[in-house]
């Protein structure tokens, strides 16, 4: 009998937000933080400003036919605008059964990162993620799927036929700008952090942006063991940052219900 689970690092809540407050991001972003500091106080919370703006290239790679996506994987491949950081291509696994996604195998010889982690959508709807991230500074020939299997050996068990030609999904590629500018705190640690980030057609951010997503944070406490720990989170944090989600989505004109995540508009919605 095989069986399988890791312990969930982070929760992640994403909400959608409506584009046409945002035609001057800037503006639209002053109001809408105003409101989320408001709402934060309101359930006795704590504002920590922060000020960091990271832009960059992102597209999507796939099988013409999407051969990925139909099996709920997302291969989404990053360019920086800073030259120094090169290219970030992640793989993740995202399924409403948790031990179907940690099941997946990710492995990658170079991988730097692989995560495990709870996504929330409104209105509290949790989908498990399990993603390997590789940073790079020249991208890898990845035009089909022998290619992409020898960086992500595990896509083998996919049955994809190996010369099957992998290029960008959709022809779709935004230029996205990411505004991590706040942290808030409901008692105790961790941290909660927060964001906004925009989708632009390439290049073009003086227009309205085609998505909005307003996500929020928080990583679970080291308990100092290394392995298959139990996951730790305060109570207080998760009650506070439920409460919050809650009242955000109560935000008459501001949040988009009907797109869920940035990658099922790039891929499904288009």
Known sequence: MDTFNLPVSSREYKLMLNTDRFEDRNQGSVVWLSLVDFLIKKQGGKVIETDELEERKTSYLDTLDLALYQHRFALRLREEDNGEDGYQINLKYRDSDRYLSAAQDLYSPQADKTKFEEDISPPFVSKFSHSTSIKTNALPDLSSMKKVISLFPGLENLKID???????????????????????????????????????????????????????????????????????????????????????QKQAGWVNFNTTTKTAFALEVL
Do not use: H
């Not at 307003?214 to 308990?223: H, I, M, P």
């Open 162 to 248: 190996v010369d099957t030609a992998v290029k960008t999904a959709k022809d779709f590629k935004v230029k996205e700008v990411a505004c991590k500018l706040r942290k808030f705190q409901f008692g105790e640690d961790p941290p909660i952090k927060a964001s906004l980030s925009f989708w632009y057609l390439t290049e073009r951010k003086n227009n309205w942006p085609l998505v909005v997503e307003f996500s929020f944070d928080y990583d679970a406490l080291d308990n100092g063991t290394s392995g298959d720990k139990l996951e730790m989170y305060p109570r207080q944090v998760v009650e506070g940052a439920n409460r919050f989600f809650s009242a955000l």
